[in-house]
């Protein structure tokens, strides 16, 4: 079997349990080809198999993937929205509580999280769009190559992290952005999930 890339591998796998969230149905292989710009069903297949031989989803007798068990779990975390986040140049950061939502933890697992709504285009090249929701888990360390929220002096940002010998780097995933090269930032969480809206 040819390479895997395991990021997307786990990509793939957080997109299908959120769209079985949002839409109380699976996403076709059409849905996932299109999502991950793809260039055949196969290679959809063959990470959907290798999926299901590590036991993290199933498939139907139609060879689709079936709903997760655990969506109709009891076990959920509370999670705040707290307003938006820049996807582009830093902005203000202002927290301001919107709302809270139950997820469920078969998911999202039971660390502290947050969501937050995106806004502008930096992070397109990782799927995040204006308007998507972000699940971010509480820390304040990230290992390179995550996606953070970072704040930087009294402006928050979503950017992928790197560390440097004498800095950070916060790179934006569109090739319209600089890099934001910082020595001090605060890191407020990392984006483990993001819903978007259609």
Known sequence: MKNLNETLLEKMLSYIKTYQIERGRSPSYRNIMSQFSLSSL???????????????????????????????????????????????????????????FQLPTAIFGNSEIFMLYAEGDSMEGVGIKSGDILVVRKTNCAENGQIVVALIEDSATVKTFFKRKDCVVLHPENDKYDDIIEKDVRILGVVQHFIHKF
Request: hydrophobic share 35%; with cysteine.
């Open 42 to 100: 196969s290679v959809v297949c063959r990470y959907i198999e290798v999926l299901r031989q590590r036991g993290l989803l199933e498939k139907d007798n139609l060879g689709g993937i079936e709903i997760s068990a655990n969506l109709n779990c009891a076990n959920t975390i509370i999670a705040p929205i707290v307003g938006t986040v820049t996807c582009g140049k830093p902005i203000y950061a202002q927290e301001n509580i919107e709302g809270n």
